[in-house]
């Protein structure tokens, strides 16, 4: 297991498949961000170079995942629960 920004990630699982552990990640983020740090699509964690790792987890420390994205999710409903505003 690879413990990845406060998130446990199979070694045996494929990356695109893996980043999808990571909340707000969905599969065509995790396609995105391979192709963005030139991964093979079935490239396995485990075989990722330790710079590939750093590379990796630079590109995830700059986008808003996990609790910074559930906060910001839960600030909107707040809004706009205060606000009256009806939606869906």
Known sequence: MLHLLG????????VSV???????????TARKICSQLSLHRECKLGELTES????LSGVLSEMS?????KRKVAANVRHLREIGTYVG
């Open 52 to 55: 590939q790792l750093n590379q």
């Open 65 to 69: 995942i996990e609790n910074d994205l």
């Open 7 to 14: 998130v446990n990630l199979p070694d045996r699982k494929i």
């Open 18 to 28: 893996a980043l999808t552990y990571f909340y707000g990640i969905g599969p065509q």
